[in-house]
């Protein structure tokens, strides 16, 4: 609400420096950035937080193995840049959110014995691309030290051909959706007035045709004001051509939408501390198969697809993700054993040049950055290991412009977001020790809550226990979960979290990892929401 209100206080001849549609990965990154560098910024998101695609990834903060493969086959320059920008990035990612980050082994098998010294030579280049700031050099198992690690590999693939081994090489993993609210509340602290549930339902222009604002719409309360800004960028990821479209029809549209449909499968069925590439299903995409907060998450698809708000996991996506992956696995993969299905549209940066728009695989999934003729500078493109490489030129783009000034320069490459600054790797221990003392005999005590408190909060993860003893919250909100009921009210105290979908999905993974646990706590989270925000609409159970 206090954010709302302060979007409200700009007026004509008291703009905003920069306004931001859209809060998923790219606008809250740009907004980290504007607002670091003393930029008067504002940011609105007509949904939560990375309610889009920024939370259904496959959670990988990585270069691209495939990409490198096009780059070198295709002599792309294009493609060996983005590869080569992605895995600078992915070090600063990593460094700057540890709590939400981790290095994944991944293992690559081989069942053919050309393909041992074929992905290996690969991988060992993409280690050298990365250079001084790669995360560990990739090797050579044998069949048995595979197997070991993941017990569940299949010793022969469906052809017959006996496992020769695996490649095992290193990217970083991350909790997307978490990371999202963090880029928010962290462009919150550094001043920006940040807001979900904000529409924009009109341009503001001046007499000269350009854009000095938005009209825009608190869907909340049905509220209508207007926000005035110097500049205003358009970073609303699929829905960048509907924002477009505000100005009147566009004649070429700037997004290719690409769905990328996963599935959540029982922990059993790989290992809680290594991955699985499939470097080439049967028709030529890839597969992988990672640990994820206790279960294993297998995707994703790549084809065109509509843009729509709420993108769902077709039939046959699910069943071409297992068929994909049963191949290289010894154990029967079974649709009953899915746990959930999600799909996320993936905004590729459309070349009207392109021989083939239609092969949405062929791509390059570098970001693309232009200014309409009105000034409205569109960002689009890209994907979330680059996301502050995009916000940087994002925030370039509009200085470019001349209207806006800055008095300090970018310094996102160093900035650690709240949660990060002061986190340490042994957090889990101590935040098991603090909830032994401030809640004895609660959940909180155990393990795995401790994992995930230090994981979820990192550095806070102390304040969310003080609320649990506090209020008598340290119960779980489900259980084989180790979701705390102080997790709801500390949400909408402190991450924006105004339904339950918010907190299911996106301020927790629960949505994602377990449906029908999700929904057993739905009661539960609906009741602790109705009293922290002292009313509930129909619209926020929807």
């Known amino acids: 609400m206090q954010q709302v209100a302060a979007l409200s206080t700009s007026r004509p001849n008291q703009p905003f420096d920069l306004l931001v549609i859209g809060g998923g990965a790219t606008g809250t990154g740009i907004a980290v950035d504007a607002a670091t560098r003393g930029l008067r910024t504002a940011l609105i998101e007509r949904e939560d937080f990375g309610s889009g695609t920024s939370s259904k990834s496959t959670k990988l903060v990585h270069g691209g193995v495939r990409y490198l493969e096009k780059a070198v086959f295709n002599l792309d320059y294009g493609q060996l ?9 992915r070090r600063d990612l990593l460094d700057n959110a540890p709590h939400l980050t981790s290095t994944l082994p991944i293992l690559m098998p081989c069942y053919k014995w050309w393909e041992v010294p074929f992905y290996w030579a690969g991988l060992k280049a993409y280690d050298l691309i990365a250079g001084t700031r790669n995360l560990a050099w990739s090797n050579y198992l044998l069949p048995s030290e595979s197997l070991r690690r993941l017990p569940t590999l299949a010793e022969a693939n469906h052809d017959g051909s006996s496992l020769k081994g695996t490649i095992l090489y290193y990217d970083g993993q991350f909790d997307d959706a978490r990371l999202n609210v963090a880029l928010a509340t962290t462009a919150a602290a550094a001043g920006a007035a940040v ?13 000269n045709g350009q854009v000095t604002g938005v009209h825009c719409r608190d869907k909340q309360s049905g509220k209508k004001f207007d926000v005035h800004a110097k500049v205003v960028i358009n970073a609303t990821g699929p829905f ?19 769905s990328g449909a996963h599935v959540t499968l029982p922990e059993w069925y790989g290992s809680a501390g290594v991955g699985m590439i499939v470097p080439k299903t049967k028709d030529g995409r890839v597969v992988f198969m990672l640990p994820f907060q206790g279960s294993i998450i297998a995707g994703t698809t790549d084809a065109p697809c509509p843009v729509t708000a709420r993108p769902q996991a077709s039939a046959d996506e699910v069943a071409f993700i297992l ?27 459309a070349d009207p040049t392109a021989q083939d728009a239609s092969n949405t695989g062929n791509i390059v999934r570098d970001h693309l950055i232009f200014t309409e003729p009105n000034g409205l500078i569109t960002i689009t493109g890209g994907k979330w290991t680059t996301y502050r490489r995009m916000a940087e030129d994002a925030v370039d783009a509009a200085l470019a412009t001349g209207r806006v000034q800055v008095a300090h320069q970018c310094t996102t490459s160093r900035l650690k977001l709240l949660g990060g ?48 003893a506090a209020q008598q919250l340290g119960k779980l909100l489900v259980p084989g979960h180790p979701y705390l009921e102080a997790e709801v009210v500390w949400a909408v105290r402190h991450e924006y979290c105004m339904s339950v979908e918010d907190f299911l999905a996106r301020r927790t993974r629960l949505a994602f990892l377990d449906a029908k646990a999700a929904a057993a706590a739905v009661p539960r989270v609906a009741e602790l929401l109705a009293a922290e925000l002292r009313w509930l609409s129909s619209w926020q159970l929807s």
Request: hydrophobic share 40%.
């Open 421 to 468: 600054q002061a986190y340490k790797h042994t957090q889990h221990a101590e935040v098991a020790q603090q909830a032994s003392e401030m809640l004895p005999s609660s959940p909180a005590c155990s393990s795995a809550t401790a994992r995930h408190l230090a994981a979820a909060y990192g550095d806070q993860a102390q304040h969310v226990l003080q609320l649990a």
């Open 81 to 89: 840049k983005l590869v080569y920008e992605a895995l600078q990035e």
């Open 195 to 207: 807001a979900n549930y904000v529409e924009a339902t009109g341009l503001i222009k001046d007499a």
């Open 240 to 258: 960048v051509d509907q924002v477009r479209d505000l100005n009147g029809r566009c004649v070429k549209h700037a997004v290719t939408a690409s």
């Open 323 to 349: 068929d994909a992956i049963s191949d290289f696995l010894q154990i029967k993969v079974r649709h009953a054993d899915v746990l959930s299905t999600w799909s996320g549209i993936r905004p590729l940066a």
